[in-house]
């Protein structure tokens, strides 16, 4: 039945994309000269929405790691998925922001429930365990007990840096000033454990981003520690990624001294080797050396570290990064792929793939992609659930690195399987730079945009509105729950023309607000906003033409 | 030697009491001698190690703590929900069953495709037939996805005609996965009128209400289904009838 629906879904698709739809203006408007979401791109997406709508303390299908250091840890889940739905909403759906704006909020809660960052408490009783990164024992806590338990304060990149970035992209991409108010980010300690009263902590996007900026400046821009006594380079990468769109939404200037010194940093350094091209593993903080991939869990180097780092990287130096994986794609590609059946792949093998997946993504490789991607396909169980589509974590993906009686990766963590392989695919190549380097002007918050679709009936594959043709192109496929009909809302609509409605390439007819629809289907609201009714019996576009 | 075990054992004694008075429900209990109680204080701060030798204290110590964490709980969640009464749990689309003034209210979350509440449905039903002093809440929690989200807007939906509780019974009890032509079905058959139904189910009204219930659900800590509050006491997962009827006895208790 599903298959059934799903090449319904792929036939009407083929069939509109390729119909006219004549607008009054003469032009002829194309959807399928617009971006579109794929049958696996939109089950990418209500995947990851549907993990944020997840409620609070249920982390079905992401595994058993709350949060800190390990790569499955939820923080990186969330916030790679708020990337990914990011990149989606930026490049294939700009005119459809409620669904987009709401799941974001939903992580940015999750990124602030205690489970997820209630590690960091944890992490102040190293002192008394004695061990860091190397097992050393380590005197950490000269901000007390109540300092370092808050997870922004001091350290701890690997978190703050990314609910830095979550934030930005929120405001960013949704104009959504939320998180501006004071205390709009809690962070509420019971601490009973502890036999204390519950502790309060407030951020908002501003003392997120200062205390962030504090930090790099009080390391000399060294770097801010990822974990205990470690820095590495790509934690690094995402707090100045926030940093970036804070100064875009907030008219400061912290990105581009932080980018520079930072870039310093890693060329005098060598975080990133000049003879091999590859990430180092960590700067030992206390020794002050940087201790190179290539010595520990492999002999050439990391492809997630180098995929974790250069995706976000090659956000503010493109070039330095594209010249880097020239190089690193021939480290790693294709020998990932394959080997000797049953052999030790290390314990990085899903986090290998994942990342240098999203890295080649972003660098445009869509070569390598393709093949990456037919290869989750193939050999990662790709397994659809409620409209979604991921890869469930093989059961043993704490333990078992060793690769199948085929030699294929056997190894999928929860990262690579619900969000990384989502990203990979739902990025069209330099998607990240483009985001970042080409922010959302103002008006494109004041133009047509479609909101008020029933999620759990429709997709919305198509929304984009093009200002040089005044027109919104919207374009809804069936969604899990099978219905005749569905409903969506056009906002924005000048109310001073009229406008001509194209469904599937027919004129459905002209509308003006202030003389009503006359249109069957087609209903003006009292804000001025247009209703428009659809039978949902396969994939139907719709245009929405300005009458200039 | 001799004087150190005379003084513990005097201290056992005293923590005995001491811990005495604080399990029983008066933390300002009259007979507490507050120079005891320094005293007690005092020499388990000068010996930390005292606790760690006498495990059985320290499992006193847990009791005491939890019993009052989960006061603190219930008085907490008890106020929350005196605070969003009137929107969610005596509101116009809260189906309820059983007297207003019943002695214990069940406040069921639950999901129409969770098998432990389906499980629960019948040895809950058992427990309503032999006591009759008892109100049942309904607030449907959808968790397992999309078409939860359906069937819980399809019995919010049932309430507003009258036609609840059989349509509860019908998904509660029904074997077939949900599908939007199930849930349709079932409502025709039951004799309700499936337009009105399903103009109910988009109705933003009922949307935002089943927001709101999810909201009251986080707010409460509830993070799976199903999830009881009966009277005070919040139980997480299936219940039996056995369970419950203890509960209920437990919780009566507590109102006199």
Redesign the interface.
């Known amino acids: 039945m599903r298959h059934r629906t799903l090449w319904i879904f792929v036939l009407c698709a083929a069939l509109v994309g390729a119909q006219p739809l004549a607008p009054s203006t003469g032009a002829i408007i194309l959807a399928s000269d617009y971006p579109s979401l794929s049958t696996e791109e939109m089950g990418h997406i209500r995947h990851m929405i549907?993990l944020a709508n997840?409620?609070?303390?249920?982390w079905s299908l992401m595994g058993n790691t709350p949060g800190g250091d390990n790569f499955d840890a939820y923080q990186f889940q969330i916030a790679f998925a708020a990337y990914a739905l990011s990149l989606a909403q930026y490049h294939k759906v700009p005119a459809h922001r409620d669904l987009y704006r709401d799941a974001s909020s939903r992580l940015i809660e999750k990124m602030i429930y205690k489970d997820v960052w209630q590690y960091w408490a944890a992490m102040s009783q190293y002192e008394k365990r004695g061990a860091d990164q190397d097992g050393n024992s380590s005197v950490y806590r000269e901000d007390g007990w109540q300092g370092w338990i808050d997870p922004n304060i001091k350290s701890n990149i690997m978190y703050s840096g990314h609910l830095l970035q979550m934030v930005s992209l929120h405001e960013s991409l949704f104009d959504d000033h939320r998180y501006d108010e004071p205390g709009s980010l809690p962070f509420v300690f019971p601490a009973?454990e502890y036999g204390g009263e519950p502790l309060r902590m407030d951020y908002d996007h501003e003392r997120l981003a200062t205390v962030i900026y504090d930090q790099f400046v009080a390391s000399d821009f060294l770097g801010i520690e990822c974990e205990l006594g470690a820095i590495y380079t790509e934690c690094n990468q995402h707090p100045i990624l926030g940093l970036i769109q804070y100064d875009q939404t907030h008219g400061t200037d912290y990105s581009a001294e932080v980018e520079q010194e930072f870039a310093e940093t890693i060329r005098e350094r060598e975080f990133i080797s000049p003879e091999n091209h590859t990430t180092m593993f960590y700067l030992h903080v206390r020794s002050d050396e940087v201790i190179p991939a290539s010595t520990k869990w492999s002999s050439i180097g990391m492809a997630w570290s180098d995929g974790w780092n250069g995706q976000a990287h090659h956000v503010w130096a493109p070039q330095y990064v594209k010249d880097l994986y020239r190089e690193q794609v021939k480290l790693y590609i294709p020998g990932m792929f394959e080997g000797d059946p049953g052999s030790d792949m290390g314990w990085t093998s899903s986090f290998d793939f994942g990342w240098f997946a999203v890295l080649a993504a972003e660098v445009g490789d869509m070569r390598t992609v393709a093949t990456m991607l037919d290869y989750a396909d193939e050999h990662f169980g790709p397994t659809w659930?409620?409209?979604g589509l991921y890869y469930p974590h093989t059961p043993d993906y704490r333990e078992n690195f060793n690769r199948d009686e085929n030699g294929f990766i056997h190894n999928i963590s929860p990262v690579t399987g619900n969000v990384l392989v989502a990203m990979t695919r739902l990025n069209p190549g330099d998607g990240l730079w483009t985001l970042y380097n080409e922010p959302r002007e103002e008006k494109h918050f004041a133009e047509p945009f479609v909101s008020d679709v029933?999620?759990?009936?429709a997709n919305v594959t198509q929304a984009i509105y093009d200002r040089d043709k005044a027109a919104l192109i919207v374009t809804l496929a069936p969604?899990?729950?099978?219905?005749d009909s569905t409903t969506f809302t056009v906002n924005q609509l000048d109310p001073s023309i009229s406008y001509t409605i194209h469904k599937d390439g027919a004129q459905m007819g002209v509308v003006h607000s202030g003389s009503g629809s006359g249109v069957a289907g087609v209903t003006w609201n009292a804000n001025g906003a247009l209703t428009i009714s659809t039978e949902l019996d396969g994939v139907h576009s719709f245009v929405v033409a300005a009458n200039q | 030697m001799i004087r150190r075990v005379r003084v513990d054992r005097y201290v056992v004694l005293i923590v005995v009491v001491v811990f005495a008075t604080a399990c029983s429900e008066s933390l300002q209990h009259p007979d507490r001698d507050p120079q005891t109680e320094e005293l007690v204080r005092q020499y388990l701060t000068d010996n930390p190690g005292f606790l760690l030798n006498n495990p059985e204290f320290l499992a006193g110590v847990r009791a005491v703590?939890q019993a009052r964490?989960e006061r603190r709980q219930a008085l907490a969640r008890r106020a929350l929900l005196d605070a969003r009464a009137s929107v969610v749990i005596d509101a116009e689309l809260t189906p309820a069953i059983g007297p207003a003034d019943a002695s214990v209210t069940i406040i069921e979350f639950s999901d129409y495709q969770c098998v432990p509440c389906k499980a629960s449905y019948p040895e809950l039903a058992a427990v309503a037939v032999s006591d009759s002093d008892l109100r049942f809440v309904h607030k449907q929690?959808p968790?397992?996805?999309?078409?939860s989200?359906?069937a819980a807007r399809a019995a919010v939906a049932a309430h507003r005609q009258g036609g609840f509780a059989a349509f509860h019974h019908e998904l509660m009890t029904g074997t077939l996965p949900l599908?939007?032509?199930l849930v349709y079905g079932m409502a025709g058959d039951l004799g309700l009128d499936v337009d009105v139904l399903r103009a109910d189910m988009?109705d933003p009204v009922v949307i935002e209400y089943l927001s709101a219930v999810?909201r009251l659900?986080?707010q409460l800590?509830?993070?799976?289904t199903p999830t009881f509050i009966v009277g005070d006491r919040l139980v997480r997962g299936g219940l039996n009838a056995e369970l419950l009827r203890e509960i209920l006895v437990e919780q009566r208790a507590a109102l006199d």
């Not at chain 1, 997840?54 to 249920?58: A, N, T």
Request: charged fraction near 30%; proline fraction near 2%.
């Open positions: 549907n997840q409620l609070d303390g249920d009973i659930r409620d409209g029933e999620y759990i009936e969604g899990p729950v099978a219905s | 703590a964490e929690l968790v397992y996805g999309s078409h989200v359906l599908t939007a032509e988009r999810r659900a986080e800590d509830i993070d799976s």
